[in-house]
């Protein structure tokens, strides 16, 4: 319950929070500490330097961006969720984040620790993967974009460098529905299926079924070559390697993969 | 050690804190406001919910040093001038509490829905509360306190 | 919320008199008390289930800021006077392990403790436990009831050879085997009890403050049993009795799991003592989950013999049970406390029950919310439905068949229930539910085969309150007594002090007790302070479980009044110059019959505390107490219906209404005897839909915290439909049962029997506890295959 001891620096700017983070080995960013300040209680994290970033107001925002919207990385879940711009341009994004955590947690976790922080398990992945967003970090060779489906790399882990702060997600104008399956209302995904629609194809992706947020390759292509949404649906376990925990089993996740999937398509496409 | 000043229930505190000091630590124990309580390590449970600049928070899952310089509301600031708070006063006309360990996490959380949500459905309600949990009462008369603080 | 508008007397839903203080967070619990020159004390506790402890190295600990002690086991080991309390050996041949606060040289379970520390502060004693180094050596554990009796199993015990700790059997009407051959139908039925976490949402918490100088201590803790646990921990600590003060202030929720003594408490008193500071110990969440007694746990057989007609004419039952690595105060015995009950609310004829108790290395069970009963009426309402289903009658109609509809009724496993009405409240409950038109939409969706199935689910439950009359508890080898004592004390201002042995945490003594007392003797609900939890201050007492609060102390307390009125009615007697029986008397004022000169109670009240003119040979002041000690056990009833809906393609099975029309007799506080029941339902759901304490091979608990071990929200449940029928305990001054638990007894079987029916057509008979969504999957498709 509480948390080892660690050394704690203000950023006043994100290039100085890129400076903190090369300036001490076992450094980690602190946005809203929703997903880190569990763990270290638990000390199952026990970072040496903390580098709060959580008083970068510039970093809270959603703004059309051309034809994306752009959404600053420490955006709390509840402004997400409440946005009337995302509410027009993309209603997948804002409901996803009000089903994220509790109502507390969605007043101080942030979309872009939800995201960094890798977790297979958080809704917010998925979805960013289904809408082929970008984002947008900076570290001390620059800002770089990638892609949401090259982000993820495995649990809990991403492509940011340790010394890399995420700074901006950017999403289509885009449609779509995700479908979270948990017991509790407070908790993490059991599975997830984010279903995006733009220009008449979906794209699917999964939560919880693998290290990383997994693309649903195979019911994407069954799909394209006019298969129907159950059909379709079947393939949604294909090449997933979900966990098996106290929460279901990974034979359990993939039959729930394809129902759910099975469901979001045909809430989606209706 | 950090110098930090936090609005609490109005009054400007300033203390010195470890970083590691959580929120709802310095509000029980540098601050003497033992309101707010702690029922779990895992963010699951909103025993320690407090408003944080009038919104919802878990204060066992901020730092003090985090809520430097911002407004902290907990239990012990919600009655004025002896008058409980409708919130307050719905629990205890309801029946909204029973072993009473729950009661202030529960109640910030009450109030901090209805400040976005002013007549909330029970639907609404019941989704609001899903990160507090309470052991003895089964949530029908907290459901139906905060549906009776909404009207008031 | 000082002056009290509303109605109070007996029968009203008063305003609770604890709110004020809980709801602008000024409760009294552990956490929030602070002494001068407090220490903290932490505990290093074992990661394996099973380990020989064979080296304990402190140094570091010892070394680092702001600690001043440490300790291992060994080191504490003469200290102790005596081992941690088991107050209930159930047979004369009992394995029963010692059991010291700090093992010594084994660990027999994940979180038993190994050493502690005591440090300046919270965090500086978790960070030196963390630097204490244990050398073990792992040993291969058992985590598995069945497993655990297997040949060759490892032993949690090696020196009684075997993990059995003991076989109770209990045997009563006619002979079982004879019914069961002569049976038309027979069901045998296997369910598993899950093993549950009671959560309680204050975690558990030490305050000992010494008197070096005397020797005295006072222990502050988060129990339901400050009077039992003076008791034993003068045992234990070898702090002498009369030295020895112990204070449950606040409590924030028990369930059973703070009916315990526990090590922390023994060790707050040993440190403090020996170290001469105020020592605190306050639980996190994760630590419960290890160190606080677990609930259930417990395989159950059960058959049924009936006629074609479908009359149940036996029942026979064997339980074997996880005692897990100890046995700490009830653990042998609470599965007991439903042996008598496994016939439900049936006539059955011959009644045969065996209970084996087994060890594993796992966090010792022992009493959780209902202690025996919700696991009987679990088996016996699943029974029911089981032969329902193999003689196609409608579930309510073969419970109606059965129903004991005459009282006082001697039941077959030998107690006498004292009173009920068991149609009344069936009736009752399906005019709430509605129960053809819940029928017809089932029908509706079986037809259409809709995904989501409806299922209708009923536990028509009976179960005994109030524990105990200490002349059976002796005869079930029980060390201490059912008793109650209550006092009342008429301060000369005409305030009252009410004391309870009871003690609350969550229950609203202050409230219910308060409107007895100003009822009977007419003084203002406001003006009766109920004191409670304190050895120094209520010095008898047996304190709060098994649904005894009202069904013994109150029983106590109405005769406490009742001496109340008698001296008093002397005192009035004398000053009003009559004969006391010319007095009549009604709420609270003596009348001389016939005419208008009175006196009251509170005026009898100053006269004894001034005592000028008293009658000869009667003491100054007015104050009585009362010990009670019950005839019998008090048999709450009632129905209760599920109405579930299941998912059959995701398994996910949804509440949607909840109908419980209970009898508990005399109601002193609708809304609260509401708020308990409510309560209790939510426990007793969440056993069949989300909770279990999930162990590995290993002996790790895989649901160590609130993420994993699923308390449902308020988002989880729907709105509870209560309403009451009543029928008095002739037992009870009041005619109070006791309502504490009957919730949580009744409402397990409820949502399983309703999932199972909305399984019905699909062929599931049977789903294990909780119904997760991926067991409703996987019993779906066996049954297809």
Not at chain 3, 398 to 413: G, H, Q, V, Y
Request: contains cysteine; charged residues 25%; proline residues 5%.
């Amino acid at each position: 319950m509480i948390p080892a001891k660690f050394d704690y620096e203000v950023a006043g700017s994100v290039d100085q929070a890129v400076e903190l983070l090369g300036s001490t080995d076992g450094a980690k960013l602190l946005a809203g500490g929703h997903s880190l300040l569990p763990l270290m209680k638990l000390r199952f994290a026990q970072p040496k330097l903390l580098v709060d970033i959580g008083r970068l107001s510039d970093l809270s925002y959603v703004r059309e961006d051309g034809d994306r919207i752009a959404i600053g990385a420490l955006t709390r879940h509840h402004d997400v969720a409440n946005d009337k711009l995302l509410a027009k341009a993309n209603p997948l994004v804002a409901a996803t984040a009000a089903g994220i955590g509790d109502p507390q947690v969605r007043h101080v976790g942030t979309i872009g620790g939800s995201v960094a922080h890798g977790d297979p398990a958080a809704d917010m992945p998925a979805v960013l993967v289904a809408l082929e967003a970008e984002l947008v970090a900076r570290g001390p060779k620059g800002e770089r974009t990638i892609a949401a489906g090259d982000f993820f790399t495995g649990f809990l882990e991403t492509t940011l460098d340790a010394e890399e702060v995420l700074t901006e997600i950017r999403v289509p104008k885009a449609e779509g529905v995700y479908v979270k399956f948990h017991r509790r209302s407070q908790d993490w995904a059991t599975v997830g299926v984010a279903v995006a629609r733009s220009n008449g194809s979906a794209h699917v992706a999964l939560t919880n079924m693998g290290q990383t947020p997994v693309r649903a390759e195979a019911v994407e292509a069954a799909l394209a070559s006019g298969a129907n949404v159950a059909d379709a649906a079947e393939k949604a376990a294909e090449g997933t390697s979900p966990p098996s925990d106290t929460a279901a089993s990974a034979e359990f996740r993939q039959h729930l993969a394809r129902v759910l999937t099975r469901r979001a398509l045909e809430q989606a496409l209706n | 050690m950090r110098e930090i000043a936090i609005t609490v229930n109005g009054d400007r505190r300033e203390l010195e804190v470890e970083p590691r000091e959580l929120l709802v630590y310095v509000l029980r124990e540098r601050l003497g406001l033992t309101g707010t309580n702690v029922a779990c390590d895992t963010t699951s449970c909103g025993a320690c919910t407090v408003l944080l600049d009038g919104e919802s928070v878990k204060s066992c899952t901020l730092l003090a040093v985090q809520a430097d310089g911002r407004e902290v509301t907990t239990i012990e600031g919600l009655a004025e001038n002896g008058h409980l708070h409708p919130v307050q006063q719905a629990f205890h006309e309801q029946h909204g509490l029973q072993c009473g360990y729950c009661t202030p996490g529960m109640v910030m959380a009450a109030v901090s829905l209805l400040g976005e949500n002013a007549n909330p459905s029970e639907s609404e309600i019941r989704e609001a509360l899903e990160g507090n949990l309470c052991r003895c009462t089964g949530y029908v008369n907290i459901v139906k306190a905060v549906r009776h603080a909404a009207a008031v | 919320m000082a002056v009290t508008e509303h109605e109070t007397g007996i029968g009203a839903s008063a305003p609770r008199k604890e709110d004020a203080r809980l709801l602008q967070g000024q409760g009294s619990y552990v956490d929030n008390l602070t002494l001068p020159g407090m220490h903290w004390m932490a505990l290093v506790r074992s990661p394996h289930a099973r380990a020989r402890i064979k080296n304990v190295d402190l140094s570091k600990a010892k070394a680092a800021e702001g600690v001043v002690a440490a300790f291992s086991g060994a080191d504490l080991e003469d200290g102790w006077a005596g081992p941690l309390p088991m107050a209930w050996p159930v047979t004369d041949d009992i394995n029963n392990p010692p059991h010291l606060p700090v093992a010594t040289t084994e660990a027999r379970y994940v979180g038993d403790a190994v050493a502690v520390v005591v440090a300046e502060t919270r965090a500086l004693a978790k960070d030196a436990a963390e630097l204490v180094e244990v050398d073990y050596e792992p040993l291969p554990a058992v985590v598995d009831i069945e497993a655990a009796l297997a040949d060759g199993a490892p032993l949690v015990h090696e020196e009684f050879g075997t993990n059995r700790c003991y076989t109770w059997p209990l045997k009563g009407g006619e002979d079982v085997d004879e019914l069961f051959k002569g049976a038309d139908v027979t069901v045998e039925e296997r369910y598993r009890q899950q093993r549950l976490i009671p959560n309680p949402m204050e975690p558990r918490g030490v305050l000992a403050q010494p008197v070096t100088a005397t020797g005295e201590i006072t222990l502050y803790s988060s129990t339901q049993i400050p009077h039992i646990a003076r008791v034993t921990l003068a045992l234990a600590t070898g702090v002498p009795e009369s030295k020895l003060r112990v204070v449950a202030p606040d409590v924030g929720g028990g369930f059973g799991s703070k009916l315990q003594v526990y090590p922390e408490e023994a060790l707050g008193i040993a440190l403090a003592a020996k170290l001469g500071l105020p020592v605190k110990w306050i639980e996190e969440r994760s630590e419960n989950a290890l160190a606080t007694h677990h609930g259930r746990d417990m395989i159950q057989e059960i058959s049924l013999a009936a006629t074609k007609e479908g009359k149940i004419t036996a029942v026979r039952v064997r339980l074997t049970v996880s005692m897990g690595a100890y046995l700490m105060i009830i653990t042998p015995g609470t599965p007991l406390l439903g042996a008598w009950v496994y016939g439900g609310a049936y006539d059955i004829k011959g009644y045969e029950f065996e209970c084996s108790g087994v060890f594993t290395n796992q966090t010792p069970t022992d009493a959780y919310r209902g202690a025996g009963r919700p696991e009987a009426t679990y088996a016996i309402e699943r029974a029911v439905d089981a032969l329902a289903r193999k003689l196609e009658m409608d579930p309510v109609e073969l419970r109606r068949k059965n129903f004991i509809t005459e009282f006082p009724n001697t039941i077959a496993s030998g107690l006498e229930i004292d009173s009920g009405d068991y149609n009344a409240a069936l009736d009752r409950a399906l005019e709430i539910l509605d129960y053809d038109a819940v029928r017809r939409e089932q029908a509706e969706r079986r037809e259409r085969g809709d995904a989501k199935q409806l299922g209708v689910g009923f536990s028509t439950y009976v179960e005994m309150c109030g524990l105990a009359p200490s002349r059976i508890l002796g005869v079930l080898k029980y060390a201490a007594g059912g008793w109650e004592a209550a006092t009342i004390r008429c301060l000369p201002t005409g305030t009252v002090q009410v004391l309870t042995g009871t003690t609350p945490h969550g229950q609203s003594h202050d409230t219910t007790f308060a409107q007895v007392v100003a009822d009977r003797l007419g003084v203002d609900y406001d003006d009766v302070e109920v004191l409670h939890g304190d050895t120094s201050i209520v010095p008898l007492g047996m304190d709060t479980y098994g649904s005894r609060s009202l069904a013994i102390g109150m029983a106590a307390l109405c005769n406490a009044s009742d001496k109340i009125v008698a001296k008093s009615k002397k005192i009035a007697a004398h000053s009003l110059e009559v004969a006391e029986d010319d007095l009549e008397y009604d709420g609270g004022t003596f009348r001389v019959r016939g005419t208008d000169r009175t006196m009251t109670v509170k005026e009898s009240a100053f006269a004894a505390w001034h005592a000028h003119d008293l009658p000869d040979g009667l003491e100054p002041t007015l104050e009585e107490t009362a010990v009670y000690d019950p005839s019998n056990f008090s048999w709450p009833a009632g129905t209760h219906i599920a109405v579930v809906e299941v998912d059959t393609e995701t398994g996910a099975a949804d509440l949607v209404r909840y109908v419980a029309v209970d009898d508990v007799g005399t109601v002193i506080n609708p809304q609260i005897v509401d708020g308990q029941v409510q309560g209790g339902i939510a426990q007793g759901v969440a056993q069949a839909l989300w909770e279990e304490a999930v162990y590995d091979d290993s002996g790790n608990l895989l649901t160590g915290s609130l993420v994993n071990y699923l308390m449902p929200s308020a988002a989880e449940l729907p709105d509870f439909e209560v309403d009451r029928t009543t029928t008095e305990s002739p037992n009870h001054p009041l005619g109070a049962k006791g309502v504490g638990e009957t919730g949580t007894i009744a409402s397990t079987p409820a949502v399983i029997n309703a999932v199972l029916d909305a399984l019905g057509p699909l062929g599931v008979t049977d789903i294990a506890m909780p119904a997760t969504p991926e067991r409703v999957w996987r019993a779906i498709e066996e049954a297809r295959s």
